[in-house]
């Protein structure tokens, strides 16, 4: 449905239902699971649909290979390597002046030191094997050019349940990004850059694992 309807992720998010690595579950299936109205989230979703203009969305399903890494690229690589050092850096922050009244910090901590570490070295693999693979494919059409492209795909998918599970993890130790009634300013501005990180992140995921991913398939 994001494929399609990529603004159907801000409905999804609010709903904190998965369209990522759990993107290929059915609405009932979903809704079931998180005791959701299943006719009024497909009401929002109509609505929001019928509200937006769908023509200035570009279709990634049929934009070209190159158009399509770029924008993975600039939109959420460059988000990750400018973002994950300064949001560490508040966290250790906020836990050193609220650590003993607030514990979870200590395990919100150590949930973010793993997703960065996780994210940097997958950040690392698609820009020095999938990527280059892809633009040497769409140079040469060869086939292990292709190959080589898809041959990384289950590893990276690996890493993006691991990423994933880790940032629900994370917003459960927040309370859905919710300051306390005694953080300071640095308390809510580092929950508000995580509640930006999960976002960017799980846009990230869903162009690769439900769009790019499954069109390199679909080219063998």
Request: charged share 25%; hydrophobic share 35%; glycine share 2%.
């Amino acid at each position: 449905m994001v494929s399609k309807f990529p603004k159907a992720a801000d409905i999804f998010h609010k709903n904190k239902i998965d369209y990522c690595c759990g993107g290929h579950r059915s609405l009932k299936e979903v809704t079931k699971d998180q005791n959701i109205n299943l006719n009024d989230l497909i009401f929002n979703l109509e609505d929001y649909y019928n509200k937006m203009s769908v023509n200035t969305t570009t279709d990634w399903n049929k934009a070209p290979y190159d158009q399509l890494v770029n924008h993975i690229l600039q939109e959420h690589h460059a988000f990750l390597h400018t973002n994950l050092p300064i949001i560490g850096e508040h966290i250790k922050t906020i836990l050193r002046v609220h650590g003993e009244n607030h514990p979870e910090l200590m395990a919100l901590y150590q949930n973010f030191q793993q997703l960065k570490t996780e994210l940097e070295m997958h950040l690392i693999k698609e820009e020095t094997i999938q990527y280059p693979a892809i633009e040497a494919y769409l140079q040469s059409h060869k086939k292990e050019d292709l190959e080589k492209a898809i041959h990384v795909i289950d590893d990276l998918e690996d890493e993006h349940e691991v990423a994933g599970s880790l940032l629900k993890t994370i917003n459960q130790l927040t309370n859905n990004y919710q300051r306390p009634e005694d953080g300071c300013e640095t308390f809510d501005k580092t929950y508000q850059m995580l509640d930006q990180l999960e976002k960017n992140t799980f846009t990230h995921i869903h162009l690769e694992n439900n769009i790019l991913f499954i069109r390199l398939k679909e080219e063998i």
